[in-house]
């Protein structure tokens, strides 16, 4: 059985850091570019940021470029996204997935179009950044 576990969101003040974990298990890991992405209640979804199955290609959308830096160790089979000098504005739930065909996918899919359309994904992690 497949699964993708997030870990490390939290309660932080603006201006802090976290890391964010996403570990997989029951999947051929290198196999997979990995995605992050974030949605609020009643907000659209986002892609954040991609990494591809080698690490040698990385993408960051321009709200977070040069403060979060996504990687992956793939030994561990985990997916991480450092945050720092966060934001209010950066309070999401933040979800890890997984796709085949590479970042072209995760960055490509329609924010109203469902993370299942996805080869696998995870339950989320709640980051809220306090004024």
């Known amino acids: 059985q497949v699964q993708l576990a997030e870990s490390g969101g939290g309660l932080v003040q603006a201006g802090g850091s976290l890391r964010l974990s996403c570990t997989a298990s029951?999947?051929?890991?290198?196999?997979?570019?990995m995605g992050w992405f974030r949605q609020a209640p009643g907000k659209e979804r986002e892609g954040v940021s991609c990494i591809n199955w080698s690490g040698s290609y990385a993408y960051h959308t321009d709200s977070v470029k040069g403060r979060f830096t996504i990687s992956r160790d793939n030994a561990k089979n985990t997916l991480y996204q450092q945050m720092n000098n966060l934001k209010p504005e950066n309070t999401d739930m933040y979800y890890c997935?997984?796709?085949?065909?590479?970042?072209?996918?995760?960055?490509?899919?329609?924010?109203?179009?469902?993370?299942?359309?996805?080869?696998?994904w995870g339950q989320g992690t709640l980051v809220t950044v306090s004024s």
């Open positions: 997935a997984a796709a085949l065909a590479g970042c072209a996918m995760l960055l490509q899919l329609p924010p109203d179009r469902p993370l299942s359309t996805l080869d696998e």
């Open positions: 029951g999947l051929t890991w290198n196999d997979y570019a």
